[in-house]
């Protein structure tokens, strides 16, 4: 885990900074807003401890806001689905559990394993998100069509980055 931290950081980077200068310029009909920064909490490593897995998303949330003004709305989404991934990787864990090394990849589980985990979480935090910044019931229809259209939107654009940022070797 130690010889990663550099790519983790520079990762960070990279995904706060494309957010901010590329993604959140893409807003299609207010429908697809695509959140690729959070691809960092969902491929961290299993044995990510729960205490670093908050303070990570408290300040990948807290980045992405500073540059979006966005009032610490993607800092409260982070920080929850950095809460809910421990227990969301439990409940997908294989029979066996996760072998010791690996990451939530598809190239170590699966398509179908990873399509359910980060999906999972992009709908937590998209909802989350466009719940908090709409402050209210009232456009609940809205945020439900938002989320749906921008998760899927999210999903494919993780796909395609982790195409070109992992090998496609299993690593263990």
Not at 1 to 27: A, C, D, G, H, W
Not at 65 to 87: E, K, Q, T
């Amino acid at each position: 885990m130690i010889t990663r931290i550099p790519r983790y950081i520079l990762s960070f980077f990279f995904f706060v900074l494309f957010q901010v200068f590329i993604l959140n310029k893409i807003e299609l009909s207010g429908y697809l807003n695509p959140f690729l920064y959070i691809l960092f909490i969902v491929t961290l490593p299993f044995e990510t401890p729960k205490w670093l897995l908050l303070v990570l998303g408290a300040i990948l949330g807290l980045s992405v806001d500073l540059f979006s003004n966005s009032a610490g709305m993607h800092m409260a989404a982070c920080v929850l689905i950095a809460y809910l991934r421990p227990f969301i990787l439990r409940s997908f864990a294989p029979r066996d559990s996760y072998e010791v090394g690996t990451l939530p990849l598809p190239n170590y589980y699966g398509f179908a394993w990873f399509a359910k985990y980060a999906i999972t979480l992009i709908i937590i935090h998209h909802f989350f998100y466009f719940f908090i910044e709409s402050f209210g019931v009232e456009t609940f229809v809205s945020t439900i069509v938002k989320t749906a259209f921008s998760s899927i939107f999210t999903l494919l654009i993780m796909l395609i980055a982790l195409l070109f940022t992992y090998s496609r070797k299993r690593r263990i």
